[in-house]
Structure formats: C-alpha cells, structure tokens
C-alpha cells in the first residue's frame, strides 16, 4: 500500500484498479471484534441517550435508532471483506462521518461511536489519507465534547481548545503506532534474514559433509594403496627374489622361504583390505614387532641387522605407522641400496617417538631421485598425527631414514 491517501492511487487508463488488503496488521483483535466493538459503542450512546431524554422528540428518537442501526449495517458490510478498493475506502469513510455527524446532531452522546472514526482511518488508510480522516474524527469529537452542533456559537473557545487536543492526541497515537509498524517491520526483516542466513548455513553444511565424505574417500584410497604398497607388494618382490636366487643347491630353502612369504602377504592382503592392523601388533608391543621384522628380513636377505630399543615403551596411535615406516625402509635397502648391514634404533623420549634406520649401501643424490610411492607414503603416514619422516643419504655415504611421532 503506498504512502498517498488512497484516492490518490488510480490506475492508468485501461487498467483495471485492484483492491487493497485492509490494515488489519495494525491490531492486535480479530477482525469479528470490529462489528463487536462497534455494536457495543453504538448500544451504549443510544442507551444513555434513551435515560437522559435526548433527542425529547419521538420522531427524533426514532431517527436516531435508524441511524444507529444503519452505522452499524455500515460496519459489518465493510469489515467482512478483506480487501477493499481506494474509492471504497473514502466512500465508506465519508458516510461513516456523515452518519457520525448526525447521530451527533441528534444526541451529543454519540461522541462515544465517534471514536470508532479513528479505528476506520486506520483500517483504511496511510499517509496524508490517514491525516485528513483522523483531523476530521478528531474536529467532530470535539464537538460531541461541548455539548454537540448547537453549543458551537456559544462554546467556539472551548471548541478549538478540545479540537488541538484531539488533534494533538491523534497526532500522537499516530506517530506511536507508525514506530510500532516501523517495528515490526524490522523485525519481520530481522527474521527474513535470519531465516535466508540459517538456510545458507544449512547448505554450507551440507557442503562440508560432501566435502569431507569426498575427503574422507581420498584418504581412506591413499591409506590402503600405502598399506598395499608396504605390505603386498613387498612380500611380492621378496618372493622374487628368493625365487631369483634359485640355485641348483638350496632351492629347497628358497621355495619354503618363498612360501612363507606369500602366506605372509595373502595375510597382510587380507588385512589390507578389511582395513585391520597389521599381525604383527596384534599381540605385541611395537618393540617386539619392530625386532621380529628385522630379524626376519635379515635372515630373508642373509644381512646383518641390529636393532636397539632406547628408552621406556609406551604405546600410542602411530605404532601401526611406524611399523610400516620400518618396513618400507627395510624394503628400499634390500631392492636399491646394495648394503651389507642395517641398524634400527627405536627411542621412546619425552618428546615423542623416534625411529633410525640407517644402512651401509650405496645412497644415493637426494636431488636426483624422485621420491616414489614409498618416501611419498612414509610421510603421509605420520603427517596426520604431526610427526615427520626425514631422509639422510649421500653416494657413497649409505641411507638414514629417521621418523619422528609427537608424545
């Protein structure tokens, strides 16, 4: 609804003029309480002008009933309907006044119905329409006050007395409930906003778990292809080996050796894939598995291997990945670095755990050679618990893979 009086808006020439919605938001009641209240105004000005005597003429009084029923009539025609045109609006407002004005003229007690001419402004119109109604409301009240039409030549100064301070009280109920509207339109924008802002968040959300699903797959893809790589595929190129190394004299030692390495791997395959630790943790604390799997691959590998354990034991999530980290480096020295002997330090210190393996070979030029999936592994290994994996080589001088897990 504009800020014009709403005999201002006419439509263009060819268009049909809508309707307006009626300004029931401005009042807390049901619309049924509009011919409700009404009713009740009109029933108490014709009771009270029945017990003082006014109008004292019986075809006066009888005028007044008339009108007061046709008031009413007037009331409950408009307020059934939920939206009414602008010419409407005035021509239900200016018989409504007339209406007013002469039960007035009958009886100056109808200055009680009078205040419904301020409810009826407000239901039909805004800005300077909503002024001129309620300033008229306001003049003929102040009439009902001094005693009604015919006390005007005689009352004038008491007159124009009530008539600013109706005005003044109109001004002021209007100017509190254009804040309240004001209100509750920000508040109603207030909540809009929230709304669109928790619906944002909702999705965003939702991106975030299809993100983290979509993350969650990724790690969970390099993890089995580490596990895959540091177990399967190493007992496989074990298996190779002794099976390269086949002479005419210990093929007996190498087929079993071979065989107990691929029942080793169909294990570890099996446990790749269910997602499980590795067997050698099952029943044993890292140090214990660290030994075994040392000197298992140095009486595969016929090398000499020492292993020390420094420090108290304690067990911790990335017992699994140091393991592992052993493993492939084991792996690495046995396919690449031609060396003779091998030492693993395991230290448990206060600040975390440390693993040392570090062979005799031939090392290699570290800005030469490509990290491969093995190196790569390794480090993505113990990044997820903050720990690292740094590497120590030069031709010649052997290799020094060292990880490093927090406490």
């Not at 609006?89 to 003229?105: C, D, E, G, K, N």
């Not at 124009?160 to 309240?180: D, E, H, M, P, Y």
Request: aromatic share 6%; hydrophobic share 45%; net charge negative.
């Amino acid at each position: 609804m504009s800020g014009r009086p709403a005999w201002q808006d006419q439509p263009m020439r060819g268009q049909q003029r809508t309707p307006e919605p009626l300004n029931w938001q401005r009042f807390d009641i049901a619309p049924v309480w509009l011919t409700v209240i009404p009713g009740g105004l009109i029933l108490a000005s014709l009771m009270i002008s029945a017990l003082v005597g006014l109008p004292a003429d019986t075809d006066a009084f009888v005028a007044l009933i008339v009108l007061s029923a046709a008031a009413f009539a007037l009331q409950c025609t408009w307020v059934r309907r939920s939206t009414v045109s602008g010419r409407a609006r005035v021509l239900i407002v200016v018989v409504q006044f007339a209406l007013t004005a002469s039960l007035i003229w009958l009886s100056p007690f109808y200055g009680i119905y009078a205040f419904m001419g301020y409810l009826t402004a407000l239901m039909m119109f805004t800005g300077a329409g909503l002024w001129i109604a309620m300033t008229a409301n306001a003049v003929l009240a102040a009439v009902s006050q001094i005693g009604g039409f015919d006390q005007l030549g005689r009352s004038w100064p008491a007159f124009c007395v009530l008539v600013l301070i109706n005005t003044g009280l109109v001004v002021l109920f209007s100017w509190v409930g254009a804040r309240r509207d004001e209100e509750v339109a920000r508040r109603e924008a207030a909540v809009h906003e929230l709304e669109q802002v928790q619906q944002r968040n909702v999705e965003l959300q939702e991106q975030l778990l299809l993100r983290a699903r979509e993350q969650g797959v990724l790690e969970e893809r390099a993890r089995l292809s580490r596990e895959i790589h540091d177990t399967v595929a190493q007992d496989l190129v074990a298996i190779v080996s002794q099976l390269e190394a086949i002479d005419g004299t210990d093929w007996r030692g190498r087929v079993d050796t071979a065989k107990d390495l691929a029942r080793s791997g169909l294990g570890e395959a099996r446990r790749a894939v269910y997602a499980l630790r590795s067997p050698m943790l099952d029943a044993q604390p890292l140090p214990v598995a660290v030994t075994e799997l040392v000197n298992a691959w140095a009486t595969v590998h016929r090398l000499a291997a020492h292993v020390e354990i420094a420090g108290d034991p304690v067990p911790t999530d990335a017992d699994q990945d140091l393991l592992r980290i052993c493993q492939e480096a084991l792996s690495n020295v046995s396919r690449h670095a031609h060396a003779r002997a091998v030492d693993v330090c395991l230290s448990y210190v206060e600040e975390g755990v440390l693993l040392d393996i570090k062979d005799d070979g031939d090392g290699f030029d570290p800005q030469r050679i490509r990290e491969g999936n093995g190196l790569r592994g390794m480090r993505e290994r113990v990044s997820s618990s903050g720990g690292t994996v740094d590497i120590a080589t030069e031709i010649g001088g052997g290799c020094l893979v060292s990880a490093v897990v927090p406490a």
